[in-house]
């Protein structure tokens, strides 16, 4: 199994607190440590980094944790290979482009017999289930809104139609943006935080390390950050419902 | 006007030396400063780094420069910006999937007038000329071959029916890699060297840096390096005739 790390705000804001935590379950509090990845929005822009090492020594991780990236969106992932060899090819985040935006989608679950036929635009590189079902929603996505971005209701609603079909195959844990929204499902570990004024001190569960946000913050700052294990020990984490979809925007549940 | 630099190997090689003296075009010694990239492919994934930060000061470029990434397929590109916006959705390389194979492209030079119909799978994210160009190239390759992968020679001989239809509207160097080849296209400026068995010391045009090949090389490898301008004063490059297509396998010309 792997680990989930969203994050989604009203303001450009870095990761760097959350990311330290998560990172370091892969390959040093846990064993996800068959490579990582993550994706920052920067405007219509993403920047993905991916690596098959494990997340507590690789370079690129220490970049992360060392240079504040500012985004509104961000989707990371560590990985325990379940299915599909330990390559850069099968390292999520998995990144495509619709209707002139990328699309960022990282999941946590393993899915068993899911085969739907994939005769649109969209392959797979790697040889992940994961993969595979991100290029069977957006292939779904295109045929059914054709070949413009829908209203954000009925994009919803369309998300809504497909999660149960991939969750009837096994967990479907998952994140996935286009840049102006995020949307989480959850099948069987998700939980999230809002953090927004009055900010306090945050006290991460996997490293001896402390924050307290209204340092760093502005009174209008709002973050919500989705995991599938709680980050920290002493912020109250909402656990989703099995089967819930959840759309966040600008720091809150939409 | 941007710089271009493309590497071709028949074995992963790290572009180190090469991207040390390209990247000093950023800002230090020419004045293509509105952001970089850099793809690697690594098998059939790929590492992409964007940034909009000169090449010279960015801490991207800089992990580049210190950590080896070795890789078989590597396209660079420094930008000038003539067309779009100074945003991270403008840098160059793109990346999109044809055909389950992630393909990298970027582009020198300077379109007028060139907007074809984009009504199949791929549309632009930014508003570059370049990032236009490459959706129509993979649009059209999509509607001649369908579904799968066609044989090299019938790519090769698709790709040199479009080049002329793009360069019609202006400058159009390019490199392009589907990680298993590098298609090069001059229309004004590209030149290239192939380092192979005996190897010499090369140093750079644009640094204080020579490096000997021979020490950090089997007699066995071989290395494409393909650039708008030569990056060492003490090789032979090969510059390519306007309107030539060369396409690279395993470090040489196929």
């Known amino acids: 199994m792997c680990q989930l790390l969203g994050m989604n705000c009203n303001t450009p ?41 494990a997340a507590v020594t690789s370079p690129v991780a220490d970049l992360i944790r060392r240079c504040p990236i500012k985004s509104q969106h961000v989707i990371a992932h ?17 990144v495509r482009e619709l209707w002139g935006r990328y699309w960022v989608f990282a999941h946590n679950g393993d899915l068993k017999n899911f085969n739907p036929t994939l005769d649109g635009p969209y392959r797979p590189v790697g040889t992940t289930d994961s993969e595979h079902a991100f290029c069977y929603l957006l292939q779904e996505l295109q045929r059914t809104f054709g070949s413009a971005l829908p209203p954000l209701a009925d994009l919803r609603a369309e998300l809504a139609r497909l999660m149960p079909l991939i969750a009837a195959h096994g967990a479907f844990n998952m994140l996935l943006s286009d840049g102006s929204a995020l949307f989480a499902h959850c099948s069987t570990n998700l939980y999230y935080v809002i953090r927004q004024h009055p900010f306090t001190t945050a006290k991460l569960s996997d490293e001896d390390l402390s924050v307290d946000f209204a340092e760093v913050t502005t009174t209008n700052d709002r973050v919500a950050v989705i995991v599938t294990q709680p980050l920290t020990t002493n912020e109250t984490w909402t656990a989703f419902q099995s089967g819930e979809l959840i759309t966040f925007i600008d720091g809150e549940v939409a």
Chains 1, 2 share one sequence.
């Open 13 to 53: 804001t870095d990761i760097v607190f959350s990311f330290t935590g998560f990172a370091t379950r892969g390959g040093l509090t846990d064993h996800h440590s068959d490579g990582w990845g993550i994706a920052f929005f920067e405007g219509s822009g993403v920047r993905h980094f991916v690596d098959y090492q």
């Open 78 to 94: 560590i990985r325990k290979a379940t299915q599909g060899r330990v390559t850069l090819a099968n390292c999520h985040p998995f």
